[in-house]
């Protein structure tokens, strides 16, 4: 009698409910199929992910609580594992409670009674939907990165791109050529530069503004420098706030580069007089050395931040 009444306590193995006890404990949606596709057996987890009660599911077979289309392809693997029984893994859909969609990992065997004989199926099925939707973002951004990446190399301007770590993210080869020689080299054997040291890519003024930037996560810093006999025009910005920056770095002795800024600058500049605008038009097309002359005088003389 003593035997008798522990087998049958709660909690004990010998507990009818003991089963289901342990499978409603479990996270991960749950289930038993008969060989004739009839749902024996779920746990809480799958009632909350179909939207469907047990009450409501057991006793009924895959063509009762879902559709068609769906039931045909559970149906279907369903007779490919009893035809090869083994463990089943594959990919498919379900709808969820909330009436969307969702990609699922199926996890299927068969099970067995004590004479070894198949009496049916039991499974777990995985939510891979957020999963999913991250894979599609990260192959998007790749995508984009890689586009971005192009056009990078392809500009004109010498870009450079520097994580928290003073580190090169990328940079193009128009920066290399501003560089020198030592760094053009440099970037025949690392493509873009990557993960180099920026501190000693750069000149110290430009790897300061890099650094100021990233350290105030301030958008735009904008400066006119000459370094080994160069003008350059350096505009430092905020891609990323105190994580990611980039440099744009134009040659101003640069033809192109010389027109495009010098009726940009006279644009902004509102102290010169229409002779002076007619001047530089005029220097544009007649002689280049005048025109630098004057477009370094311009620039010596309104420099950003003065401007009204």
């Known amino acids: 009698m003593i035997y008798d009444k522990k087998s049958f306590q ?18 991960v949606p749950i289930f038993y199929r008969d060989l004739n596709g009839i749902y024996q057996m779920c746990n809480k987890a799958h009632e909350k992910f179909t939207g469907r009660l ?24 369903d007779k490919e594992l009893l035809a090869n029984p083994n463990e089943q893994v594959y990919e498919t859909q379900m709808i969820h409670s909330d009436g969307t969609t969702h990609n699922v990992i199926f996890n299927k065997a068969v099970i067995r009674n004590n004479d070894d004989k198949i009496i049916g199926i039991v499974g777990s099925i995985n939510d891979i939907t957020e999963l999913k939707k991250t894979e599609k973002r990260l192959e998007s951004a790749q995508k984009s990165m890689e586009v971005s990446s192009h056009m990078l190399h392809k500009i004109s301007a010498g870009i450079i791109i520097m994580d928290d770590k003073f580190k090169v993210v990328d940079s193009n080869e128009s920066f290399a050529k501003l560089m020198g020689e030592e760094i053009i080299e440099l970037y025949k054997t690392i493509p873009g530069l990557r993960g180099a040291d920026v501190k000693v890519m750069v000149p110290e003024v430009i790897f300061k503004m890099l650094a100021s930037i990233m350290s105030s996560g301030e958008e735009l810093l904008e ?79 309104y420099r950003y931040g003065d401007d009204e």
């Open 54 to 77: 047990r009450e409501q599911i057991i006793g009924k077979s895959v063509f009762e609580i879902h559709n068609k289309e769906l039931a045909d392809i559970y149906s279907g693997r």
């Open 10 to 27: 709660t909690g004990n193995t010998n507990d009818p409910d003991f089963n289901q006890k342990i499978i409603d404990a479990l996270p």
């Open 223 to 301: 400066r006119d420098l000459k370094i080994q006999n160069n003008l350059l025009h350096v505009s430092v910005i905020t891609l990323y706030k105190q994580r990611v920056v980039g440099a744009v770095i134009r040659d101003m002795s640069a033809p192109m580069l010389v027109r495009d800024e010098i009726i940009n600058r006279a644009q902004r500049i509102n102290k010169q007089s229409i002779e002076t605008v007619q001047k530089i038009a005029f220097l544009l097309g007649d002689n280049a050395a005048e025109t630098e002359e004057l477009l370094n005088s311009i620039i010596q003389s």
